[in-house]
């Protein structure tokens, strides 16, 4: 029974806090001249397999503890050899450390090749492995490792699961390994290697009788030496770019899952922080990638987050939603552009105490202010910001004004105060109109008027909200009277039937103001202080907001949420409020000192639908390369054409149809210029129209003695290739229509997909028979043999942009990559998709690959690995049948059967996107105390501003 340490306590105990800057790699010459103590063998990927995080933090605490340590997130591809820096690194450690979770023993890929090469060359030095959440005490496993990671005699160190998914190695590990080494250290031969070439020299400088030949030579080693040092020291500073890169996405994935409590903003510049850490790397790899993927999935609502330096404590609009007034703890107002966030002018200084509410009147000129000085402001708004408009405040309260709102023609003010009372103001005398309104038992926090101007709504300390006529100050009936402690907030309908109060139980309440009762039951999602409620100024939705933090919608007729919670302040929100008259776009003001404009109609982090799609399911599907048509043939026989107008709308099916066979077209292609569609029918005739009008071009060609089930044009539109049930692939003149070779057999089963490579030389076969063909185009020969691995039918194949690699997609759920000159399978079976893979395409680049299946979702892969890249991409509602990227490669489109097509932001665009969230970037102090005071300071963001220290 082999021996092992027991699992540390501290694991459980610990949280994950701030760690600690990463160690610079010091004495770099120690691990040049002597290799490293300790070689960290680990898996990338996410969730289950991935420990990259965790080996990055045991690497920084071994080297604090004077180890020379190789640790490295380049992984070889699969079923590939080690590449030089990493064999030569594993055959100079003394020890390897591996990393052993349940997902790495199951798919060990590179980890097994790092151990098999460490023990053949190094057959008496030790392996220890490290068992994640108990992986090697699970038997049939440590059977099924045996072959490459023996372990029943061998000792092995435990650590949790929990320790990985935070990314930090647990103290009794580190102390562990720290006692593993028997011989010096690297660092302490160095050490001694240093002295004595110190003494050497000092024997050198006193000798007299070196030869001028001995004096050159020295200078010659010397040079050579200070080579070496200075190409050392550059591997040191990539090792530590590297190291803190992980650090910082793996301290971002904290903070977005709550388990740091830094606000979403850091987070964000920590993410492009890491990317720009990567400096000149050809790509960033999945997890950095995946990373940003993620970041927008979390922030997909949100449109632009304006940092500010104090507590928001108060926000309105202007009625037509251009401008927006927040009020700080500072006692300042500032003037916004709500549509772009830009300050207007510079803050002014309002009160000589605390500002409770703010109110802007319907003309958006002027501006009133109440204040814990028992006194109300008013300010003027102008282009350049905002300016006193009167030399004296208005006074008539006895205590701290705690809300204020103008009439709905501006003549009229109001307020309301800690005194128990309201008052209604003339606006152009600055006078109160009457007595004060009594009526409350405690503090009136909340007062609207109605669109009318005839009612005054107050709400109060004491539960209740009250309705007063405006023209004389009298109560309308009783309070009403349905929230279980304080009311804070109050809004009135745009027609003026409906009220919406906010209070400290936690509960939005709508109200019937004709009957003075409670509209169904409250409306329940926050947790604590509704401080904000607002009516959209179509009526159709309610805004709340409150001491969650969140920001929610709720539709205003039935009180049903509209959509999950808007996250991502970090305090307490002051307000919230519509800037469009639909509802589209929201403002909100925090006391974490932010300022955020959403949209909380967003249903995609990168994507959004440019076309709604059809009732009826199509049996084929096209759309243009540039994403401007769209060709779709019904199971009535019937092919139409879609103009898609905009990134916004689409128009839909032509009212002529196309004209077209008496049997329904099953596969459909538009030309690579998009200027021509060709279709095939299951009559077996292949049929082309022009691509704009859809007039029929020439005459039906006798494609195949049965349907036609694949088409593909060559790169230049000069041959259509079609596949059918027949088995066959058969090769045709764009232009004219004639056969331009025998008919390409070999196939068992009907073609489903045809793909030519980037030169049209070649073509690609995919097939029910579960194989894959290739063909040279000239001669119709086979290219190579079969390309067989797949279990079920193969859907889909396209080709690299070098024409190096094909990929394919099959009923099977895989994706599956082969090198096109052999026909070899390259690394493994790549899985993400239930059940069936029905598209795939390459980026222009060849950096990525996307597949689509009939689970309605979208994934990204890294070409070159094969890794995932995040989350699924959803957003459709049936199965997606095509897949493309458009020209250049910032973006994917894909459609499915109901004809709905989606536009994405392809990986190179999710930087931007990040940065277009934000208005600034880390400050001087900021990058030195989250990044590294060792790395030089990088914009995370090229067009924003630095933020000031």
Not at 82 to 104: C, F
Not at 209 to 234: F, I, P
Not at 656 to 682: K, Q, V, W
Request: charged share 20%; aromatic share 6%; net charge neutral.
């Amino acid at each position: 029974m082999p021996q092992h340490a027991p699992p540390s306590t501290e694991a459980n105990a610990t949280r994950p806090g701030r760690p600690r800057r990463p160690a610079r790699q010091r004495r770099s010459f120690a691990s040049t001249l002597f290799g490293y103590d300790i070689f960290i063998s680990f898996a990338l990927g996410f969730s289950g397999r991935g420990t990259q995080s965790y080996a990055s933090d045991l690497a920084r605490q071994l080297r604090e503890r004077d180890f020379s340590v190789f640790y490295s997130e380049d992984e070889a591809a699969p079923g590939e050899d080690l590449d030089d820096t990493l064999l030569r690194a594993l055959l100079r450690s003394s020890i390897l450390v591996v990393i052993a979770n349940r997902g790495t023993l199951e798919a060990p890929r590179w980890v097994r090749t790092e151990v098999e090469a460490f023990r053949k060359h190094h057959p008496r030095r030790p392996i220890i492995p490290i068992s994640i959440g108990g992986a090697l005490q699970d038997a049939a496993l440590a059977e099924a490792v045996r072959p490459w990671l023996d372990v029943r005699e061998q000792i092995w160190l435990d650590d949790t699961e929990e320790a990985v998914a935070h990314g930090i190695a647990t103290p009794s590990v580190v102390n562990r390994l720290s006692l593993s080494p028997r011989q010096l250290r690297a660092a302490q031969w160095w050490r001694a290697t240093v002295g004595g070439v110190a003494i050497s020299l000092l024997g050198l400088a006193a000798s007299t009788g070196w030869s001028a030949y001995l004096a050159h030579q020295n200078a010659s080693r010397a040079e050579a030496e200070a080579e070496r040092a200075r190409a050392a020291e550059e591997r040191a500073r990539t090792e530590l770019r590297t190291s803190v890169g992980l650090r910082l996405r793996a301290e971002a994935a904290a903070m977005f899952a709550g388990l740091r409590p830094e606000p979403d903003e850091r987070a964000m510049q920590q993410l492009l922080a890491a990317l720009r850490l990567a400096g000149d790397a050809p790509q960033a790899d999945a997890e950095a990638e995946g990373g940003l993927l993620e970041a927008l999935r979390r922030e997909k609502n949100l449109v632009r987050l304006i940092a500010t330096p104090t507590a928001l404590v108060g926000l309105v609009v202007s009625p037509g939603g251009e401008r927006l007034v927040t009020a700080d703890d500072a006692r300042r107002l500032q003037l916004w552009n709500a549509r772009t966030g830009a300050r207007l002018g510079e803050p002014l200084e309002a009160h000589p105490e605390d500002i409770r509410s703010i109110a802007i009147s319907p003309d958006g000129r002027r501006l009133l202010t109440a204040s814990d000085d028992t006194t109300l402001r008013l300010w003027a708004i102008t282009d350049d910001g905002i300016h006193p408009d009167l030399a004296f405040p208005l006074t008539g309260h006895a205590d701290a004004v705690r809300a204020v709102a103008f009439s709905p023609d501006g003549r009229l003010a109001a307020s309301g105060s800690d005194d128990n009372t309201a008052i209604l103001w003339d606006v152009a005398t600055s006078r109160p109109l009457g007595p004060a309104l009594l009526g409350h038992a405690q503090s009136v926090t909340g007062l609207a008027f109605s669109p009318d101007g005839r009612l005054l709504a107050t709400a109060s300390n004491d539960s209740s909200l009250r309705l007063w006529r405006v023209r004389d100050g009298k109560p309308l009936g009783a309070p009403l009277l349905g929230h279980e402690d304080s009311v804070r907030s109050v809004a009135f309908s745009p027609d003026g039937k409906r009220l919406v109060s906010g209070a400290w139980d936690g509960h939005v309440i709508l109200w019937d103001v004709a009957r003075s009762r409670r509209i169904g039951q409250p409306l329940i999602g926050h947790d604590g202080l509704v401080r904000s409620v607002a009516f959209s100024a179509d009526g159709q939705h309610v805004v709340s907001a409150g001491d969650d933090g969140s920001l929610r919608l709720w539709d205003a007729a039935s009180g049903a949420p509209l959509g999950d919670a808007l996250l991502g302040h970090g305090d307490s929100v002051a307000a919230a409020a519509f800037t469009q008259a639909d509802g589209s776009r929201l403002v909100s003001a925090s006391f974490d000192g932010s300022l955020r404009l959403w949209n909380p109609r967003s249903t995609s982090p990168i994507g959004e639908a440019l076309g709604a799609g059809n009732a009826r399911r199509f049996v084929s599907l096209a759309v243009s390369p540039d994403g401007k048509r769209l060709a779709a043939a019904d199971e009535n026989l019937q092919l139409h054409l879609w103009r898609v107008a905009s990134a916004r709308d689409a128009d839909g099916p032509d009212p002529t149809p196309l004209a077209t066979s008496a049997r329904p077209l099953i596969a459909l292609e538009f030309s690579p210029d998009g200027g021509r569609l060709a279709g095939g029918s299951m009559d077996g005739s292949l049929r082309r129209w022009d691509g704009r009008s859809g007039a029929p071009i020439g005459e039906p060609i006798a494609a195949h003695p049965g349907p036609v089930s694949a088409i593909a044009w060559s790169p230049d539109g000069s041959r259509i290739a079609t596949g059918g049930w027949d088995h066959s692939v058969r090769l045709w003149n764009a232009a004219t229509g004639a056969a331009l070779a025998p008919p390409l057999e070999g196939h068992t089963a009907w073609i489903a997909a045809l793909a030519w490579s980037p030169d049209g030389s070649r073509l690609v076969s995919a097939s029910a028979d579960r194989d894959l063909r290739q063909w040279i185009a000239a001669t119709g020969e086979p290219a190579s043999p079969p390309l067989a691995g797949h279990r079920n039918w193969v859907l889909a194949a396209a080709w690299s942009p070098d024409g190096r690699q094909i990929v394919s997609g099959s009923a099977d759920g895989s994706l599956r990559r082969w090198d096109s000159a052999s026909g070899n399978p390259v690394g493994e079976a790549m899985y993400g998709h239930r059940p069936w893979v029905s598209a795939v395409a390459y980026s222009p680049d060849g950096r990525h690959v996307a597949s689509a299946g009939w689970d309605h979702k979208l994934r990204l892969w890294q070409a070159d690995s094969g890794v995932p890249i995040g989350p699924a991409l959803e957003g459709h509602a049936s199965q997606v049948q095509k897949l493309n990227f458009r020209p250049g490669g910032q973006h994917l489109q894909s459609v499915d059967r109901s004809g709905a097509l989606h536009l994405w932001a392809a990986p190179p665009r999710w930087p931007d996107m990040l940065c277009a969230k934000l208005t600034r970037n880390m400050s001087t102090n900021q990058w030195r105390k989250w990044v590294s005071p060792d790395i030089d300071y990088i914009k995370q963001c090229s067009k924003l501003p630095q933020a000031v220290d």
